[in-house]
């Protein structure tokens, strides 16, 4: 499993638990921050390292996010992929729920241990700082913006949010990061939400079976393309045998 960070306590939980010998490495949170084609040359990197000599596939914990995923390449083994646009999908469960949840409450950012705990000065990734209220840092924008700046950029940045929903995802050791979220809800002037989430995707994207209507399975030769429609990511096999192409 290669995974986005803000996943650990999830999949760590999920590995531990599985019928399949699992291996889970994890990439910085900021790496969709960076842009599209950084976030496809370092996923593609990661995958291109596996041992197939020691794994049967590679999957990704990840959502489409900025388009990170297209032109992602299945070389030596299958690459399975979550059919979702982002990460709260997998937090939620699945699509359906995440599409119902966002008509009934727009304006919603959501929160989980992931992206409360990780990341939070770059760490050794070298990343852009990922601290402050929801994310955004208001010290690093002022250094570089100044203050006045800073603030219209930050309200720009959060204008259309008006609730913080927390998701529970049943790993949380205790009460603080539910309540350090209502804490950043009060800051704002914000709602404050908690719901339940759903291991169920992020099981069977560990686990199986991957069932097409959920996962994208590649197999070797194939690549990753985006589509407007429900399925999100669809395989393009359009280059084998041809030079590749740059997407």
């Known amino acids: 499993i290669v995974a986005c960070e803000i996943f650990y306590r999830e999949l760590c939980h999920l590995a531990?638990?599985?019928?399949?010998?699992?291996?889970?490495?994890?990439?910085?949170?900021?790496?969709?921050?960076?842009?599209?084609?950084?976030?496809?040359?370092?996923?593609?990197?990661?995958?291109?390292?596996?041992?197939?000599?020691?794994?049967?596939?590679?999957?990704?914990?990840?959502?489409?996010?900025?388009?990170?995923?297209?032109?992602?390449?299945?070389?030596?083994?299958?690459?399975?992929?979550?059919?979702?646009?982002?990460?709260?999908?997998?937090?939620?469960?699945?699509?359906?729920?995440?599409?119902?949840?966002?008509?009934?409450?727009?304006?919603?950012?959501?929160?989980?241990?992931?992206?409360?705990?990780?990341?939070?000065?770059?760490?050794p990734y070298g990343l852009p700082s990922q601290t402050g209220a929801l994310g955004f840092d208001l010290a690093a924008l002022t250094a570089k913006y100044g203050e006045d700046n800073a603030r219209y950029i930050l309200e720009t940045m959060t204008r259309h949010y008006r609730r913080l929903a927390f998701i529970r995802m049943g790993v949380e050791p205790d009460g603080s990061f539910e309540e350090r979220t209502r804490e950043l809800a009060a800051e704002r002037g914000w709602e404050f939400e908690a719901l339940d989430g759903d291991l169920g995707l992020l099981r069977r994207l560990v686990d199986g079976p991957w069932d097409p209507a959920d996962f994208l399975v590649l197999q070797p030769g194939e690549r990753v393309a985006a589509t407007l429609g429900h399925e999100v990511i669809v395989a393009d096999d359009a280059h084998k045998g041809t030079e590749e192409v740059q997407t």
């Open 16 to 123: 531990a638990r599985s019928p399949r010998k699992v291996d889970v490495e994890f990439l910085p949170k900021g790496l969709h921050d960076q842009g599209g084609s950084a976030m496809r040359e370092r996923l593609q990197a990661t995958i291109d390292a596996t041992d197939p000599g020691k794994h049967d596939a590679v999957a990704l914990a990840y959502g489409l996010c900025n388009n990170g995923l297209v032109g992602l390449e299945a070389r030596t083994l299958p690459l399975v992929l979550l059919r979702a646009h982002d990460c709260i999908t997998a937090f939620l469960g699945c699509r359906t729920r995440y599409a119902r949840y966002f008509e009934a409450r727009p304006g919603t950012y959501f929160e989980t241990t992931g992206w409360l705990e990780r990341g939070m000065d770059g760490g």
